[in-house]
């Protein structure tokens, strides 16, 4: 059994893109700095995200991108570590990236860049790092914090919390942040998955996977929030951007409203395609908006077919309905298993907005998901990972 000398001044458990970066930070000032990580490798959902291509920040970044039970907390750490002080990083160390759509930020190459820059900064602060650590537990000794590991037992003046929430599990996500911080008496908000797919049963679901596979460009609006990105029907309901965002609004016996074509008024299209063009049939003047097969499911569903003459204006209405403002029920979601965040996790109230330390015990900090912050998709988590993580680093 091998034990690291101790105390040190920090020590950061969880080895993602929060605890890496918090950890890069306090070496490069100086602090003596342990990372531990339970898994193998570090920074899986860096190498993992963005299709392999890690999309590491936002352009767009704002209070505005996160959802919290207190909206205003995030606003401290994202002004003093912006989107841009993470992109002078990434060219400080030479790596090529792009902007995709929408103000999302990829590596031109690959996610394993942007884990080697933060591996690289760590090393740089003599930070150690040590993976395959299993904590066994954690107390508070004196002025310390004990930290018992499988690979020797440490302590520190600073111990940071930057195990993630539960979103891919296949990965190693746990809920031991959530249960450190209720340990020390700090309140935990109710989790659940976020920029998750939606699920649905009986006739919805089997047209979802009749479908499985089509693609639209819609609006989906959940109460007063609404996402125009992109929507995928796959078999076991609906996925893609769009949906994915929204599901981060959306709560249980909720109605979603699915508009797939936001651009067109189709009521007023058809009225007026049936004035100019009444023998043509009505799939065939929407084929001309959405993919044929969709719109055949469509008017399937509706039973509405034939020429455009022949239908009533009433009949009309109610195909620009079911395209403009589809209300449908989800049934759930996919779960932990497919979702990119955790929502909920520490009470925002129990932390300090500017340090992220724990309002009950000095030397306690939280960072990164494992935190009630969570950003859209597209880049604002991992910018919240960055911005918490230097908050605490600036105060270990």
């Not at 820059?117 to 602060?125: F, I, P, Q, R, T």
């Not at 298993?337 to 520490?346: C, N, S, W």
Request: charged residues 20%; proline residues 3%; hydrophobic residues 35%.
């Amino acid at each position: 059994m091998t034990t690291i000398n101790s105390p040190y001044d920090v020590i950061v458990i969880g080895a993602g893109a929060a605890g890496m970066m918090c950890a890069a930070t306090t070496g490069g000032l100086g602090k003596t700095t342990l990372l531990l990580d339970h898994a193998k490798n570090p920074g899986e959902k860096i190498r993992i995200s963005g299709g392999g291509r890690a999309n590491f920040t936002n352009i767009y970044t704002s209070p505005d991108n996160f959802l919290s039970a207190n909206p205003h907390f995030c606003k401290s750490a994202l002004k003093r570590y912006t989107q841009y002080d993470f992109i002078d990083w990434v060219e400080k160390h030479s790596i090529d990236y792009h902007e995709k759509k929408l103000g999302q930020l990829f590596c031109d190459g690959s996610a394993k860049q942007i884990i080697q820059m933060l591996l690289d900064e760590c090393s740089a602060g003599g930070v150690t790092v040590s993976m395959e650590t299993s904590i066994q537990s954690v107390a508070k000794d004196g002025d310390l914090y004990a930290v018992k590991t499988n690979n020797g037992d440490h302590t520190c003046k600073s111990l940071v919390i930057a195990t993630g929430g539960l979103s891919i599990p296949k990965i190693g996500a746990t809920s031991f942040g959530h249960k450190i911080a209720e340990q020390f008496g700090l309140n935990v908000l109710p989790l659940r998955a976020g920029l998750v797919p939606l699920t649905f049963q009986d006739e919805i679901l089997e047209l979802c996977k009749s479908l499985s596979g089509l693609s639209a460009e819609a609006t989906i609006t959940c109460d007063k929030t609404s996402f125009s990105e992109g929507l995928l029907f796959t078999h076991r309901g609906l996925s893609g951007p769009s949906i994915l965002q929204i599901s981060s609004y959306w709560n249980d016996g909720e109605n979603i409203i699915v508009n797939l074509i936001p651009e067109t008024d189709v009521s007023q299209h058809l009225k007026d395609r049936k004035t100019t063009s009444p023998k043509q049939d009505i799939t065939t003047t929407l084929s001309e908006l959405l993919p044929k097969r969709l719109v055949q499911a469509i008017c399937d569903k509706e039973n509405i077919h034939g020429r455009l003459a022949d239908l009533s204006n009433e009949r009309i209405e109610t195909m620009g309905r079911s395209i403009n403002a589809w209300t449908i029920k989800p049934n759930g979601t996919e779960g932990y298993r497919t979702a990119e965040v955790t929502l909920g996790g520490v009470d925002t109230n129990e932390l300090s907005s500017k340090t992220m330390e724990s309002q009950k015990h000095k030397g306690l900090f939280f960072i990164g998901e494992v935190v009630d912050v969570t950003g859209h998709l597209g880049g604002f988590n991992f910018q919240w990972a960055w911005s918490s993580a230097f908050a605490a680093a600036q105060h270990v």
